[in-house]
C-alpha cells in the first residue's frame, strides 16, 4: 500500500482522471476527500466510491469556498498528506471569438482555483506532504482554438516551479502531471458541437504517437507516483502522460 495512513485531497474528484484518482488512492490505503460542484457528479462519485470517501462541494474558482473546504477537512482530520490540485475546465474559441468573459473563467478555475487551494491547504499540509497539479500537454504543443485554456496550464506550470520553492524548505514536494489526449468528460464540456469533437478527435488520434486517447487510469497511475515516497526525490517537476504527442 503506497498510501498507507494518508490523507489525501483531490479537487475535480468527482468525474475523469480525478475520480480514478480517488479510486486509486483509496485502494492504496489513502483517506480520501474530494471536492467538485456539479450534484448529480457529486452524488454519482459517492455512489461508485462508497462511504470510505468523503465528498465535499465547492467552486475552486472562489476563494471563500476553498477556505471553507479546508475549515470542514482541518475540523474532522486535522492535517493533509496529499493535494491533487486537479480540478479544470476548458472553453474552445478561436482568436477572433474569446471573449473577456470566457478569459476570467478560464484562468479563475484553471490558475487561480488551483493558487487559492494551495495557499488554504498549506497550513494543513505535514512534512513529507505531497502536492501535485494537473498540467496539460497543451504547455508545449500549440493548439488552434485552444489558446486560452493553454495559458492557463503554462501559468500551472510555472507555479510548480514558485510553489516547490516555497514548500521545500517545510520538506513538502510540489509537482505536476502533465497528460495528453484523455477520454475523460473534459472535451464534451468544451463547447464544440459533437461533429466538431469528432473531427477534433480524429485529427489529434493521428498527432499522438501511441495513436490513441489515454485513460483516466493510466494518468491516476501517475499522480500516485507523484503523491507517494516513491517520487520522494522530485519537486518542481512535470511527469508527462501523453502517448508521446508532446515530446516525439
Ligand atoms: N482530458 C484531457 O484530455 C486532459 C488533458 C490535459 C489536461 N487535463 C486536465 O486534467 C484535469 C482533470 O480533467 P478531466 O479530463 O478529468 O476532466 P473532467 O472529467 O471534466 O473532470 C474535471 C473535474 O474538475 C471539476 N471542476 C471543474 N471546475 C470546477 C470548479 N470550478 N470547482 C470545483 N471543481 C471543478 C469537475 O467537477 P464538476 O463536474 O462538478 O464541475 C470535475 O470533477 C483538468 O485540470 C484538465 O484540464 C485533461
Not at 498507507?4 to 485531497?9: E, F, G, M, V
Not at 485552444?146 to 510553489?163: D, F, N, Q, Y
Amino acid at each position: 500500500m503506497k498510501l498507507s495512513n494518508k490523507i489525501a485531497l483531490i479537487t475535480g474528484g468527482t468525474s475523469g482522471i480525478g475520480l480514478e484518482a480517488a479510486r486509486l488512492f483509496r485502494d492504496e490505503g489513502a483517506t480520501v476527500i474530494i471536492v467538485g460542484q456539479n450534484p448529480a457528479r457529486l452524488q454519482s462519485a459517492a455512489s461508485q466510491l462508497g462511504d470510505g470517501v468523503t465528498v465535499l462541494r465547492g467552486d475552486v474558482s472562489k476563494s471563500a469556498e476553498i477556505e471553507d473546504i479546508v475549515r470542514q477537512i482541518g475540523e474532522k482530520f486535522g492535517r493533509v498528506d496529499v493535494l491533487f490540485a486537479n480540478a479544470g475546465m476548458g472553453i474552445a474559441a478561436p482568436l477572433e471569438s474569446v471573449t473577456e468573459d470566457q478569459v476570467d473563467t478560464q484562468f479563475n478555475v484553471n490558475f487561480k482555483g488551483v493558487f487559492f487551494t494551495v495557499q488554504k491547504v498549506a497550513p494543513l499540509l505535514a512534512k513529507g506532504g505531497s502536492v501535485v497539479m494537473t498540467t496539460s500537454f497543451l504547455n508545449e504543443v500549440g493548439s488552434p482554438g485552444l489558446s486560452i485554456l493553454s495559458a492557463t496550464k503554462a501559468a500551472v506550470r510555472s507555479l510548480v516551479r514558485s510553489l516547490g520553492a516555497e514548500l521545500a524548505p517545510r520538506g513538502i514536494r510540489v509537482n505536476a502531471i502533465s497528460p495528453g489526449p484523455i477520454s475523460t468528460p473534459f472535451h464534451g464540456k468544451l463547447g464544440l458541437s459533437e461533429k466538431q469533437l469528432n473531427e477534433a478527435a480524429a485529427t489529434i488520434e493521428d498527432q499522438i504517437p501511441l495513436h490513441r486517447f489515454g485513460e483516466a487510469e493510466e494518468v491516476a497511475k501517475a499522480a500516485l507516483f507523484l503523491a507517494s515516497e516513491e517520487s520522494s526525490f522530485m519537486t518542481g517537476s512535470e511527469l508527462v502522460v501523453d502517448g508521446g504527442i508532446s515530446q516525439l
